[in-house]
């Protein structure tokens, strides 16, 4: 069984349009993450949600906004979408612990807005 | 900003040892050293951490110098499927992971 798993791998649409991206995980963790990796292969992370609260918001456009209707999941919807919004996305959980931890990454979702 | 330091690239023979270096010389008392690595077009992958002492798993192997300025990452015999970007992350209790620009690790038959 897929530990974390994201749909859909591919998307391409054009600019202007709205999507969503959706992931789950069924190992029982309380923390899920989104991450960008961008054409330079940098992957950054965007959001961290531990037990469907919000935690770690880092400097991204408003037209991102993650949902967490439960903990197992964490979807994210991308409004009035960009050419610079090509990338390809990256879903992770983890179990907060009391210090270490280790993250379980998705396949990724590859975003090409043309 | 990633708080370590890694060459860009390395290579190794199949079947060889493949020791990847990392330096942290600014780590704190209370921060871990994390590997991932990164297949291509895959998600990155946990592989091995460490706080002070040497840790092994059945992927790897972790080294951390005394000073914990720097650790080594080895992969006892190295396979074609171990080519890939590898990380070197180095993150406080219950802190985001940075990724770096990683080492490219290219294992030749």
């Known amino acids: 069984d897929t530990a974390v798993s994201q749909t859909p791998k591919y998307l391409v649409t054009q600019m202007g349009n709205d999507k969503s991206i959706k992931c789950e995980q069924n190992?029982?963790?309380?923390?899920m993450y989104w991450y960008k990796q961008d054409s330079k292969k940098f992957l950054k992370i965007m959001f961290s949600y531990n037990n469907k609260e919000l935690i770690i918001n880092e400097t991204v456009p408003n037209r991102f906004s993650p949902k967490s209707p439960d903990k197992a999941h964490l979807n994210l919807h991308i409004n009035s979408l960009e050419l610079g919004d090509s990338a390809v996305y990256f879903c992770?959980?983890?179990?907060?612990?009391?210090?270490?931890?280790?993250?379980?990454f998705g396949p990724g979702t590859r975003l090409t807005v043309t | 900003d990633a708080k370590t330091t890694q060459p860009p690239s390395m290579d190794c023979a199949e079947g060889r040892a493949a020791n990847l270096p990392c330096n942290h010389s600014t780590i704190s008392g209370n921060e871990y050293v994390y590997w991932y690595r990164q297949i291509h077009s895959q998600g990155p992958q946990y592989i091995i951490h460490?706080?002070?002492n040497n840790e092994t798993n059945e992927m790897a192997s972790l080294i951390i110098t005394e000073d914990r300025k720097s650790s080594t990452l080895i992969l006892p015999h190295a396979t074609l499927r171990d080519t890939a970007v590898y990380y070197c992350?180095?993150?406080?209790?219950?802190?985001?992971?940075?990724f770096g620009k990683g080492i490219t690790l290219s294992v030749r038959p």
């Open positions: 190992l029982g963790h309380d923390t």
């Open positions: 992770a959980s983890s179990q907060r612990g009391q210090g270490e931890y280790e993250q379980y």
């Open positions: 992350i180095v993150a406080g209790a219950n802190s985001k992971l940075t």
């Open positions: 460490g706080l002070k």
